[in-house]
């Protein structure tokens, strides 16, 4: 079975809110918080109390300087919305995310914008699926810390059912598959990319290269390569860095 | 279908947990909060600041003196506890009660306890059904909200299976995702690749070359890639026919 999935706080403003996530993140039983450039710092006074007494997943938070560095060692990635944007990612509710989580090999991490403002378009561009709570259209205000327990609730929840059908050992085909890459794998076929690209002029013009490069990055995550695809990719961008022979 | 369940909160003690329960439940689309003498008189200021704007389920909560008396009219009554105790009353979790909330006719309503001590024998006694959220054995620390969120979470994540299952339309976000590109448009893709790879030597050796080709097809194939995303992958390999600018 898969690890827990890790819960990557972006850029959270408040200390109490971070503690209130660990709060309702150990009543799953999910440990592994990961928190992205606090703008408090940390550690933090606030985020203590808040806690309610799950110290063991602020003790064991990492903090990291970007979302990238946060993931890099991730092969799912999911981005929490409040609302769909225009994106061209699939979107999943708790449920399926949480199904996705239990059946499919590799780390999973679910990353949750700051308070005030949500994720940036940035972090979204490095996550495959959209995890979004269908909340009431006409009120949507769901905090941080309650956007965290359902999610929490529901990898609980499936993973019950999990266990309660594994009389049944039901391989699927998709057992057999590799996972996805990790995320640096992808980094760095998306660097080459660009790095073939740059000079050609594909990014100009300048006005439009974080929207030009946001659709390539968008365009090779949407695939999953596993590792051994990548390296192929890898080989292919190689090969047409050579000169044909005439 | 049954109408969507009453909240009921018994002897709540804090405004400010009675507006987060408003506001969690205005989430999820429920409405209908009954309060049984709470501790400190009705209205309160403290609840409104903490609803967060779902003033609507404040406005319309009313307030009864006994348990009993709140629950005069509904047909199915669930009592909330953190931990079973020696009961002889059927345990459901959220999802369990939310599926009978859905198919069983009549109207439902779910106690809370106050926030220090939960139902108190006397109202676990008018249940038919303890509702359970199973938590984390060796962490259990739900505070009412996240109690009342999980609970009408489950109701309206239930509500939509119910929904799907009946064959009424349920546009999911998935629909607006565009379909994979025609099979001759992927080909052309592929194609593309190898008249830039061919003359770099990419598929010698030549004992090799077939199978090379599966892989590469293969590759470019598991992404699923639509119409424009396509289109964007044969810009890509059109800016690397150029030369790049010295």
Same mark, same amino acid.
């Given at each position: 079975?898969?690890?827990?999935?890790?819960?990557? $706080?972006?850029?959270p403003?408040?200390g109490?809110?971070i503690?209130?996530?660990?709060?309702?993140?150990?009543?799953f039983g $999910?440990?592994?918080?990961?928190?992205?450039?606090?703008? =408090?710092?940390?550690?933090?006074?606030?985020?203590g109390?808040?806690?309610?007494?799950?110290?063991i997943?602020l003790?064991?938070?990492?903090i990291?300087?970007?979302?990238?560095d946060?993931?890099?060692?991730?092969?799912h990635?999911?981005a929490?919305?409040v609302r769909?944007?225009?994106?061209?990612?699939?979107?999943?509710g708790?449920?399926?995310?949480?199904?996705?989580?239990?059946?499919?090999?590799?780390?999973h991490?679910? $990353?949750f914008g700051?308070?005030?403002?949500g994720?940036?378009?940035?972090?979204?561009?490095?996550?495959?699926?959209?995890?979004?709570?269908?909340?009431?259209?006409?009120f949507?205000s769901l905090?941080?810390a309650?956007?965290v327990?359902?999610?929490?609730y529901?990898?609980?929840r499936i993973?019950?059912e999990?266990?309660?059908?594994?009389?049944l050992?039901?391989?699927?085909? =998709?057992?057999?598959?590799?996972p996805?890459a990790?995320?640096?794998?992808?980094d760095?076929?998306?660097?080459?990319?660009?790095k073939?690209?740059?000079?050609?002029?594909?990014?100009?013009?300048?006005?439009?290269?974080?929207?030009?490069?946001?659709t390539?990055r968008s365009v090779?995550?949407?695939?999953?390569?596993n590792?051994?695809?990548?390296?192929?990719?890898?080989g292919?961008?190689?090969?047409?860095?050579?000169?044909?022979?005439?």
């Amino acid at each position: 079975m898969a690890e827990p999935p890790v819960i990557v $706080l972006v850029r959270p403003q408040l200390g109490e809110n971070i503690g209130k996530a660990a709060r309702a993140m150990l009543n799953f039983g $999910l440990t592994e918080m990961r928190l992205v450039n606090p703008r =408090d710092g940390w550690p933090n006074p606030s985020a203590g109390p808040a806690a309610a007494g799950a110290d063991i997943v602020l003790d064991r938070a990492k903090i990291y300087e970007t979302t990238a560095d946060a993931v890099a060692d991730c092969e799912h990635i999911y981005a929490t919305t409040v609302r769909k944007r225009g994106v061209t990612k699939p979107v999943v509710g708790p449920d399926a995310a949480a199904e996705l989580m239990h059946s499919q090999e590799g780390r999973h991490a679910i $990353l949750f914008g700051r308070e005030a403002s949500g994720l940036e378009t940035e972090d979204v561009a490095l996550a495959r699926h959209i995890l979004t709570v269908p909340i009431n259209p006409e009120f949507g205000s769901l905090n941080l810390a309650q956007a965290v327990i359902l999610t929490a609730y529901e990898y609980s929840r499936i993973g019950r059912e999990v266990n309660a059908d594994q009389g049944l050992v039901q391989p699927t085909a =998709d057992d057999e598959m590799l996972p996805p890459a990790p995320q640096a794998e992808l980094d760095g076929l998306i660097e080459h990319f660009e790095k073939l690209l740059g000079p050609r002029g594909y990014f100009l013009p300048e006005s439009r290269a974080d929207a030009t490069r946001r659709t390539l990055r968008s365009v090779l995550t949407k695939p999953g390569w596993n590792h051994l695809e990548v390296r192929t990719l890898r080989g292919i961008l190689s090969t047409l860095e050579r000169d044909p022979r005439d």
